[in-house]
Structures are given as C-alpha cells and as structure tokens.
C-alpha cells in the first residue's frame, strides 16, 4: 500500500512537467529524473534491503531453531524483487526520457 501511495505522489509531482512541449520539455524531463529519480531508487533499495533483514532478523539471529542459511537466502531472494522492481521503474524513466513530444 506504501509503495502505491509513494508512485502516485511521485506520478502527481512529475505530471505538470511530462506535459510539456518542445525541446526544454525534453532537458526538463532529464533533469527532473537526475533530481529526485535516482535519489528515490537508491533510498528504495536501501529500504527494501533493510526492511528484508528486519523481517527475517529471527533467523539471521538463528532463534526458534531458524537456518541462518535460509534467512541470508530469504533476504537475497527478496532483494531479487526489489532489484527487479527498480530497474522496472529505470526503465519507464528511460523510455519517458526518450520521447519525443510535439504538437
């Protein structure tokens, strides 16, 4: 639910820009995306990581007869899903960079 919230804000903040037209539309895309895009990526994958090893803590503590093995490939497991998730939005951000708007 957190992470709608946080794309549909992120969609909000850059709408008024994305319809813009011309070749400053285009500078502004990019710059825009060099601003708050990768800042936001990389604190999404510092928070999908952290947010992995503090569910499966019980287990990297090896408590209750957990694999500390299973817990370590349950975190990496999940860091697939983050890893994937963000290079999906990488992607969208490039294909947005990309076009090419007129009128």
């Not at 319809?19 to 990526?41: D, F, H």
């Not at 093995?69 to 969208?92: N, P, R």
Request: glycine share 12%.
């Amino acid at each position: 639910m957190k992470k709608i919230i946080l794309l549909g804000i992120l969609s909000c903040l850059s709408t008024s820009r994305l319809l813009a037209q011309g070749l400053q539309s285009r500078t502004e895309i990019n710059t825009m995306l060099n601003s708050w895009l990768v800042p936001v990526l990389g604190l999404g994958l510092l928070i999908g990581f952290a947010g992995l090893v503090w569910h499966n803590i019980d287990g990297i503590r090896g408590k209750n007869g957990a694999s500390k093995q299973d817990a370590w490939t349950a975190v990496g497991e999940g860091m697939i899903f983050v890893i994937l998730g963000i290079a999906a939005i990488g992607y969208v951000a490039n294909k947005v960079a990309t076009m090419s708007f007129s009128i």
